[in-house]
């Protein structure tokens, strides 16, 4: 149980274009996602914090109209990069838990690389 | 912000030998979170731990929540080639919005020789 799915794995795009990641909980219901960023060989680093039916809360830093966050059902956010450029490729990962208390479990990631 | 200070920050071991990787803060947490990710892959949850002193094991991996809330710590018994990877803590706190998040160590970059 508690499986995070995340698509896709890995996307090459042209600085300039917007990438959209999915992130889904294949057998549980979400009422929050997490969405994290991370640097080789570094922690990962929240960015913000996604919540069914309202507005994502976002980390000190990160730019709203840079980094979109839809979570519009229990099972599904995504996060949109727009107009992207080499800075923004990284690892970015989400998280969901089964509970408000409850540990999060993770996706495997989305390899992001801006030419 | 908050930190975790975790360590070692790698180890190099040979195969067999037992490990031991800890965390620590300068804040109380509900819940502590041990993760371990490999290569060009999200992290799996290892072990949760909810109470104070609690120790919990989970096959050869074994960790605990410290007393004081601000601490823990993980082992691996008879390290195996598999057990390579970057282990990290986790702290959990409810935030000002309401819900749970984490806060993550540096992690620990365990190598096994065989």
């Known amino acids: 149980g508690a499986v995070v799915s995340q698509h896709p794995s890995w996307v090459i795009c042209k600085s300039g274009t917007s990438v959209k990641i999915e992130c889904r909980s294949l057998d549980f219901q979400a009422t929050t996602m997490f969405w994290y960023r991370q640097f080789p060989k570094q922690s990962l680093m929240l960015m913000a914090t996604?919540?069914?039916?309202?507005?994502?809360?976002?980390e000190q830093g990160v730019e709203k109209d840079k980094f979109l966050i839809n979570h519009a059902s229990l099972t599904l956010s995504t996060l949109t990069v727009t107009s992207a450029h080499p800075e923004d490729s990284s690892f970015y990962i989400c998280?969901?838990?089964?509970?408000?208390?409850?540990?999060?479990?993770f996706g495997d990631g989305t390899r992001l690389s801006i030419l | 912000g908050q930190q975790l200070n975790q360590s070692p920050q790698s180890m190099f071991i040979q195969e067999g030998e037992d490990v031991s990787m800890n965390c620590t803060s300068s804040?109380?947490?509900?819940?502590w979170l041990w993760y371990k990710q490999e290569p060009g892959e999200g992290p799996v949850l290892l072990i949760a731990?909810?109470?104070?002193?609690e120790l919990t094991s989970n096959g050869r991996l074994t960790a605990q929540f410290g007393i004081t809330r601000k601490d823990s710590f993980l082992n691996i018994s008879a390290s195996i080639p598999s057990d390579v990877g970057i282990y990290f803590c986790?702290?959990?706190?409810?935030?000002?919005?309401?819900?749970?998040?984490?806060?993550f160590g540096k992690g620990t970059k365990l190598s096994v020789i065989p």
């Open positions: 804040s109380i947490f509900n819940t």
């Open positions: 731990l909810y109470k104070a002193g």
């Open positions: 998280s969901a838990s089964t509970g408000l208390s409850q540990p999060q479990h």
């Open positions: 986790a702290g959990q706190q409810v935030s000002g919005a309401g819900s749970y998040q984490l806060t």
């Open positions: 996604s919540n069914e039916g309202s507005k994502a809360t976002y």
